[in-house]
């Protein structure tokens, strides 16, 4: 990450945090400067989404410190932070337009005016628009498409005007155009001054095309570029799992070490397999000859 004259815009100092008596994420020390883009990565109930829910606050047992713009968290200041929930733990029977939607992120910076003002609709319109879905306004959420909907609660987080933008795994459950064009996005947000911070499973495609990574698995295994951190020993501390980093014309690809095990193993089992295959692939070229030559 390019340091900065500027103070980090997060810091957590010595941060033990969780829900019971077992903490989630334990001695957490991490500085997020400011414009950063930054992917957490791990396996399933290690902490990442943990990570972001001690950002603004809301993770009733924490030790240490978290500052968000110098503030610390939980002190009663609400942090300029903004929230993009996974899809699929949002509820699509809400009876909701887009509009109304995003209006709902400037209920949460101003509760105290719950009523939207001209003002707050011409934001929407404008973010809307900046987004792509200007046209989808009047529309139901639940009538559109996963990545319409990833850039409604987008929208939702940004109308607050954040400080730091966070992501819990915004590409989940999406296909493949849907997921790049989210990544694109969130990367031309990146380039005009917004720092973001997003957790995700997708090692390849979202992880390894980002300039900073931190790896966590109950705390900080890691952080640092893919070219330094995409290692077998870190990834295989990070994830307790046997996998394979390739390097190969300026890409890095990660893969999981298990499955060509037991497709070794299959072989073993079942030896006369393979070259069964062959045969009957053989036969097939002997058939369609033979039909050639009548």
């Not at 992120?105 to 319109?125: A, K, N, Q």
């Not at 073993?268 to 053989?282: N, S």
């Amino acid at each position: 990450m390019i340091p900065t004259d500027r103070p980090p815009l997060v810091v957590f100092d010595d941060v033990t945090c969780g829900y019971g008596a077992v903490p989630v994420l334990e001695q957490v020390d991490l500085h997020i400067e400011r414009g950063a883009f930054v992917g957490v990565v791990g396996p399933s109930g290690v902490g990442k989404t943990t990570l972001l829910r001690a950002m603004v606050g809301v993770v009733p047992r924490l030790r240490g410190r978290v500052t968000v713009d110098g503030r610390t968290v939980g002190n009663g200041d609400r942090p300029r932070v903004g929230w993009v929930p996974q899809l699929e733990t949002v509820d699509w029977h809400f009876p909701a337009t887009v509009s109304e939607v995003v209006l709902m992120g400037r209920w949460d910076v101003r509760p105290w005016w719950p009523r939207p003002t001209p003002e707050d609709r011409r934001s929407v319109d404008r973010l809307l628009e900046r987004l792509g879905i200007g046209e989808l306004g009047e529309r139901n959420i639940r009538d559109l498409s996963g990545g319409q909907q990833q850039r409604v609660f987008l929208a939702r987080a940004m109308i607050g005007d954040p400080l730091l933008l966070l992501l819990d795994e915004p590409t989940s459950g999406v296909d493949l155009k849907t997921r790049d064009e989210v990544l694109h996005l969130l990367a031309e947000l990146n380039r005009d001054g917004m720092t973001i911070v997003l957790t995700t499973h997708e090692l390849n495609a979202v992880a390894a095309h980002l300039p900073w990574v931190v790896c966590i698995n109950g705390r900080i295994v890691a952080e640092g570029s893919p070219e330094d951190i995409f290692t077998d020993a870190i990834l295989g501390q990070t994830y307790g799992a046997e996998l394979r980093v390739v390097r190969q014309d300026g890409l890095i690809l990660v893969a999981d070490a298990a499955p060509h095990r037991l497709r070794e193993a299959l072989n073993h089992h079942h030896p006369g397999y393979e070259h069964a295959h062959h045969e009957h692939l053989d036969d097939e070229h002997v058939h369609a000859g033979g039909r050639a030559a009548r």
